[in-house]
Protein backbone atom coordinates (compact mmCIF):
# COMPACT_ATOMS: atom_id res chain seq x y z
CA UNK A 1 0.00 0.00 0.00
CA UNK A 2 1.48 3.39 -0.81
CA UNK A 3 0.91 6.34 1.38
CA UNK A 4 0.97 10.13 0.26
CA UNK A 5 0.18 13.17 2.50
CA UNK A 6 -3.57 12.79 0.74
CA UNK A 7 -4.20 9.31 1.47
CA UNK A 8 -2.63 9.34 4.82
CA UNK A 9 -5.05 11.93 6.44
CA UNK A 10 -8.36 10.89 4.59
CA UNK A 11 -10.99 9.48 6.69
CA UNK A 12 -10.84 6.18 7.69
CA UNK A 13 -7.69 5.53 5.19
CA UNK A 14 -5.55 4.50 8.23
CA UNK A 15 -4.88 4.91 11.81
CA UNK A 16 -2.06 6.92 13.20
CA UNK A 17 -0.04 7.21 16.15
CA UNK A 18 2.77 9.66 17.15
CA UNK A 19 6.26 8.44 18.15
CA UNK A 20 6.96 11.66 19.11
CA UNK A 21 4.34 14.63 19.84
CA UNK A 22 5.82 18.22 20.66
CA UNK A 23 2.16 19.21 21.72
CA UNK A 24 1.04 22.62 22.32
CA UNK A 25 -0.72 23.03 25.89
CA UNK A 26 -4.11 22.47 25.99
CA UNK A 27 -5.88 25.10 28.79
CA UNK A 28 -8.98 22.88 30.09
CA UNK A 29 -11.83 24.70 29.64
CA UNK A 30 -13.71 22.52 32.00
CA UNK A 31 -13.21 21.20 35.20
CA UNK A 32 -12.50 17.48 34.82
CA UNK A 33 -14.01 14.82 37.15
CA UNK A 34 -10.88 13.38 39.75
CA UNK A 35 -9.57 10.46 38.49
CA UNK A 36 -10.35 7.15 41.05
CA UNK A 37 -7.32 6.64 43.51
CA UNK A 38 -7.20 3.31 42.66
CA UNK A 39 -6.04 3.60 38.84
CA UNK A 40 -2.31 4.18 38.31
CA UNK A 41 -0.55 5.14 35.25
CA UNK A 42 0.74 2.61 33.50
CA UNK A 43 2.94 4.33 31.35
CA UNK A 44 1.59 2.10 28.31
CA UNK A 45 -1.69 1.38 26.22
CA UNK A 46 -2.15 -1.91 24.32
CA UNK A 47 -4.50 -2.83 21.57
CA UNK A 48 -5.03 -5.71 18.72
CA UNK A 49 -4.49 -4.93 15.18
CA UNK A 50 -5.80 -8.02 13.38
CA UNK A 51 -2.76 -10.44 14.87
CA UNK A 52 -0.71 -8.24 15.66
CA UNK A 53 -0.34 -6.77 19.72
CA UNK A 54 0.75 -3.33 19.76
CA UNK A 55 1.78 -1.30 22.84
CA UNK A 56 2.59 2.46 23.11
CA UNK A 57 4.81 3.05 25.69
CA UNK A 58 5.46 6.69 27.18
CA UNK A 59 8.90 7.03 27.49
CA UNK A 60 8.37 9.98 29.02
CA UNK A 61 7.01 13.97 28.22
CA UNK A 62 8.94 17.42 29.28
CA UNK A 63 7.54 21.01 29.18
CA UNK A 64 9.47 23.36 26.16
CA UNK A 65 9.69 27.27 25.70
CA UNK A 66 7.83 27.31 22.07
CA UNK A 67 6.63 26.58 19.78
CA UNK A 68 8.59 29.74 18.19
CA UNK A 69 11.60 29.39 17.47
CA UNK A 70 11.66 25.58 17.51
CA UNK A 71 8.87 25.74 14.98
CA UNK A 72 7.79 28.21 12.74
CA UNK A 73 11.91 29.44 12.30
CA UNK A 74 11.32 30.89 8.86
CA UNK A 75 7.94 33.05 10.31
CA UNK A 76 8.15 36.00 12.61
CA UNK A 77 7.50 35.31 16.08
CA UNK A 78 4.21 37.20 16.46
CA UNK A 79 2.68 35.81 13.80
CA UNK A 80 3.18 32.07 15.32
CA UNK A 81 1.67 33.48 18.61
CA UNK A 82 -1.20 34.85 16.68
CA UNK A 83 -1.29 31.58 14.95
CA UNK A 84 -1.72 29.86 18.49
CA UNK A 85 -3.86 32.47 19.94
CA UNK A 86 -6.74 32.01 17.77
CA UNK A 87 -6.68 28.13 18.02
CA UNK A 88 -6.52 28.60 22.07
CA UNK A 89 -3.33 27.17 22.78
CA UNK A 90 -0.49 28.75 25.00
CA UNK A 91 1.97 30.94 23.03
CA UNK A 92 5.07 30.35 24.88
CA UNK A 93 4.69 26.45 26.27
CA UNK A 94 4.44 23.59 24.71
CA UNK A 95 4.93 19.59 26.02
CA UNK A 96 7.35 17.23 24.17
CA UNK A 97 5.33 13.65 24.53
CA UNK A 98 7.45 10.58 23.72
CA UNK A 99 6.27 7.28 22.40
CA UNK A 100 8.30 4.56 21.64
CA UNK A 101 6.08 1.64 20.02
CA UNK A 102 6.02 -2.11 20.50
CA UNK A 103 4.67 -4.60 18.37
CA UNK A 104 4.47 -8.16 18.75
CA UNK A 105 4.02 -10.00 16.15
CA UNK A 106 3.71 -13.51 17.08
CA UNK A 107 7.33 -14.19 15.69
CA UNK A 108 8.97 -10.60 16.60
CA UNK A 109 8.99 -8.49 19.34
CA UNK A 110 9.67 -5.10 16.99
CA UNK A 111 10.00 -1.74 18.77
CA UNK A 112 9.82 1.54 16.64
CA UNK A 113 12.42 4.45 18.46
CA UNK A 114 14.15 3.99 21.61
CA UNK A 115 12.87 7.44 23.54
CA UNK A 116 15.54 9.46 25.12
CA UNK A 117 17.61 7.25 26.98
CA UNK A 118 19.71 7.65 30.19
CA UNK A 119 20.36 11.47 29.09
CA UNK A 120 16.80 12.26 29.34
CA UNK A 121 16.21 10.90 32.73
CA UNK A 122 16.89 14.30 34.63
CA UNK A 123 13.80 15.84 32.89
CA UNK A 124 12.06 12.88 33.02
CA UNK A 125 12.09 11.20 30.23
CA UNK A 126 14.13 7.89 29.48
CA UNK A 127 11.71 5.73 30.97
CA UNK A 128 11.71 2.93 27.91
CA UNK A 129 12.77 0.12 29.62
CA UNK A 130 11.30 0.40 32.64
CA UNK A 131 8.04 0.67 31.26
CA UNK A 132 8.55 -2.32 28.50
CA UNK A 133 8.98 -4.27 31.79
CA UNK A 134 5.79 -3.06 33.12
CA UNK A 135 4.15 -3.94 30.05
CA UNK A 136 5.29 -7.65 30.75
CA UNK A 137 7.92 -7.75 28.03
CA UNK A 138 11.71 -7.23 28.83
CA UNK A 139 13.92 -5.48 26.61
CA UNK A 140 16.06 -8.47 26.16
CA UNK A 141 13.23 -9.57 24.27
CA UNK A 142 13.24 -7.14 21.40
CA UNK A 143 14.34 -8.88 18.00
CA UNK A 144 13.96 -5.94 15.71
CA UNK A 145 14.56 -2.23 17.00
CA UNK A 146 13.37 0.21 13.94
CA UNK A 147 14.26 3.48 13.90
CA UNK A 148 12.24 6.43 12.15
CA UNK A 149 14.64 9.15 11.88
CA UNK A 150 18.09 9.99 13.95
CA UNK A 151 17.07 12.42 16.36
CA UNK A 152 18.30 12.27 19.67
CA UNK A 153 14.98 11.28 21.16
CA UNK A 154 14.57 9.04 19.29
CA UNK A 155 18.44 6.85 19.37
CA UNK A 156 19.42 7.50 22.67
CA UNK A 157 18.04 4.49 24.39
CA UNK A 158 19.89 2.55 22.36
CA UNK A 159 22.52 2.55 24.87
CA UNK A 160 22.71 2.03 28.78
CA UNK A 161 25.90 3.43 29.55
CA UNK A 162 28.63 1.13 27.98
CA UNK A 163 26.33 -1.75 26.58
CA UNK A 164 23.38 -2.06 23.81
CA UNK A 165 20.06 -1.49 25.53
CA UNK A 166 18.87 -4.18 23.37
CA UNK A 167 21.01 -7.37 23.69
CA UNK A 168 19.82 -9.54 20.81
CA UNK A 169 18.22 -7.46 17.81
CA UNK A 170 18.98 -6.34 14.23
CA UNK A 171 18.15 -2.95 13.74
CA UNK A 172 16.73 -1.29 10.39
CA UNK A 173 16.81 2.44 9.55
CA UNK A 174 15.67 3.90 5.82
CA UNK A 175 18.57 4.38 3.43
CA UNK A 176 17.49 7.99 2.87
CA UNK A 177 17.59 8.92 6.83
CA UNK A 178 20.67 7.02 7.09
CA UNK A 179 22.69 9.15 3.71
CA UNK A 180 21.47 12.20 5.52
CA UNK A 181 22.48 11.54 8.85
CA UNK A 182 25.82 10.62 7.61
CA UNK A 183 26.56 13.08 5.34
CA UNK A 184 30.09 15.47 6.11
CA UNK A 185 27.36 18.70 6.24
CA UNK A 186 26.13 17.00 9.37
CA UNK A 187 27.52 19.14 11.35
CA UNK A 188 26.42 22.46 9.37
CA UNK A 189 22.34 20.90 9.64
CA UNK A 190 20.75 22.91 12.37
CA UNK A 191 17.87 21.10 12.37
CA UNK A 192 20.31 18.45 14.68
CA UNK A 193 21.24 20.33 17.58
CA UNK A 194 21.56 17.40 19.54
CA UNK A 195 23.83 16.28 16.96
CA UNK A 196 25.49 19.07 16.01
CA UNK A 197 28.95 17.98 17.47
CA UNK A 198 28.86 14.83 16.58
CA UNK A 199 30.97 13.32 13.33
CA UNK A 200 29.70 12.62 10.84
CA UNK A 201 27.01 9.49 11.13
CA UNK A 202 27.94 9.24 14.75
CA UNK A 203 24.52 10.05 16.02
CA UNK A 204 23.77 6.00 15.27
CA UNK A 205 26.66 4.24 13.49
CA UNK A 206 29.30 4.95 17.40
CA UNK A 207 27.29 5.78 20.51
CA UNK A 208 29.41 6.12 23.74
CA UNK A 209 32.21 5.05 21.68
CA UNK A 210 30.79 1.66 20.95
CA UNK A 211 29.72 0.60 17.16
CA UNK A 212 25.99 0.23 16.10
CA UNK A 213 25.40 -2.03 12.72
CA UNK A 214 22.03 -0.56 11.52
CA UNK A 215 20.77 -2.25 8.09
CA UNK A 216 19.73 0.35 5.93
CA UNK A 217 16.72 -1.55 4.27
CA UNK A 218 13.52 0.06 3.74
CA UNK A 219 11.22 -3.08 4.52
CA UNK A 220 11.73 -5.63 7.38
CA UNK A 221 9.55 -9.09 7.16
CA UNK A 222 9.23 -10.41 11.03
CA UNK A 223 11.05 -13.84 10.71
CA UNK A 224 8.35 -15.97 9.29
CA UNK A 225 5.98 -13.76 9.36
CA UNK A 226 3.16 -13.22 6.69
CA UNK A 227 2.70 -9.58 7.15
CA UNK A 228 5.71 -6.67 6.03
CA UNK A 229 6.66 -3.68 7.71
CA UNK A 230 7.35 -0.40 5.92
CA UNK A 231 10.14 1.14 8.16
CA UNK A 232 10.49 4.75 8.07
CA UNK A 233 9.83 5.69 4.33
CA UNK A 234 6.36 5.88 3.44
CA UNK A 235 6.36 9.79 2.74
CA UNK A 236 7.77 12.79 4.53
CA UNK A 237 5.95 15.85 5.34
CA UNK A 238 6.83 18.50 2.99
CA UNK A 239 7.58 21.65 5.21
CA UNK A 240 8.80 19.90 8.18
CA UNK A 241 11.20 17.55 7.90
CA UNK A 242 12.22 17.02 4.41
CA UNK A 243 13.81 13.11 5.12
CA UNK A 244 13.44 13.00 8.47
CA UNK A 245 9.63 12.89 9.16
CA UNK A 246 8.51 10.04 9.10
CA UNK A 247 5.62 7.38 8.48
CA UNK A 248 6.13 3.62 9.51
CA UNK A 249 3.02 1.04 8.30
CA UNK A 250 2.40 -1.98 10.25
CA UNK A 251 -0.05 -3.93 8.00
CA UNK A 252 -1.28 -6.92 9.55
CA UNK A 253 -3.83 -8.69 6.87
CA UNK A 254 -6.45 -5.76 5.46
CA UNK A 255 -5.20 -2.97 8.46
CA UNK A 256 -2.83 -1.09 8.19
CA UNK A 257 -1.05 1.24 11.53
CA UNK A 258 0.57 4.67 10.66
CA UNK A 259 3.66 5.17 12.77
CA UNK A 260 4.21 8.74 12.59
CA UNK A 261 7.96 9.75 13.66
CA UNK A 262 7.83 13.55 14.57
CA UNK A 263 4.79 15.46 14.34
CA UNK A 264 3.37 18.70 16.17
CA UNK A 265 0.02 20.39 16.56
CA UNK A 266 0.71 23.47 13.84
CA UNK A 267 2.19 20.95 11.19
CA UNK A 268 -1.09 19.03 11.05
CA UNK A 269 -3.36 21.88 11.81
CA UNK A 270 -1.35 24.07 9.19
CA UNK A 271 -2.54 23.93 5.46
CA UNK A 272 0.59 22.10 3.39
CA UNK A 273 0.89 25.41 1.06
CA UNK A 274 1.38 27.45 4.60
CA UNK A 275 4.72 26.49 6.09
CA UNK A 276 4.26 28.21 9.53
CA UNK A 277 5.32 24.74 11.37
CA UNK A 278 8.46 24.90 9.58
CA UNK A 279 11.11 23.87 11.93
CA UNK A 280 14.86 24.97 12.04
Known amino acids: ?13 VTALALSTPQIMTRA ?3 AAPPKSDIANTGFYRFMLGEFEITVILDGSRIFDGPHPTFGADRDADEVVSLMKANFLPSDRMIGQFNPV ?8 ILFDTGNGPEGREFGTGQLANRIASSGYAPSGVTIVAISHLHADHI ?14 RY ?18 PSFPDEAD ?24 PTGGPAPVTIATAFSLANVLPVTTKISAITPGNTTLGLLGLTNVAAIGAPPEDPIHKTP
Not at 102 to 109: A, E, F, I, K, R
Not at 172 to 189: H, M, P, S, T, Y
Not at 210 to 218: E, G, N
Open 1 to 13: MLFNRRSMFTAGA
Open 29 to 31: AFA
Open 102 to 109: LVNTGTDL
Open 156 to 169: NGLMEGDRPGFSRV
Open 172 to 189: VVGQAEWDFCARELLNAV
Open 198 to 221: DEPGECVMTRHGRSIHMDHSTHSR
